[in-house]
């Protein structure tokens, strides 16, 4: 049974920054795609980020410049470095690992930007 926690969420001012972590345990072998993505309350969720097990970086178009997506293959860990946050940015963030024919998901973490 594989496990995804996340941590790094919170509260902060539209121009601040705030990094995300999600990491993996349980039974693993290896991790192809590692992601993060995010649900905003009466929007579907959409990707943010990815990195793929040859560290190939995908970005959605409204992040591109302020966030970045890095992993730690080591620790079974993903991060989403998020700075220059905007209000537009507020959401629960997923992290996302694809493990062998699998999916699986955290339980979300809750970034609120104030303006």
């Known amino acids: 049974q594989v496990q995804l926690v996340e941590s790094g969420g919170g509260l902060v001012q539209a121009g601040g920054s705030l990094r995300l972590s999600c990491a993996a345990s349980g039974s693993i072998f290896s991790i192809n795609t590692m992601g993060w993505y995010r649900q905003a309350p009466g929007k579907q969720r959409e990707l943010v980020a990815t990195?793929?097990?040859?560290?190939?970086?995908n970005y959605a178009d409204s992040v591109k410049g302020r966030f970045t997506i890095s992993r730690d293959n080591a620790k079974n860990t993903v991060n989403l470095q998020m700075n220059s946050l905007k209000p537009e940015d507020t959401a629960v963030y997923y992290c996302?690992?694809?493990?062998?024919?699998?999916?699986?998901w955290g339980q979300g973490t809750q970034v609120t930007v104030s303006s």
């Open positions: 990195i793929t097990s040859g560290r190939t970086t």
């Open positions: 996302n690992f694809a493990i062998g024919s699998r999916n699986y």
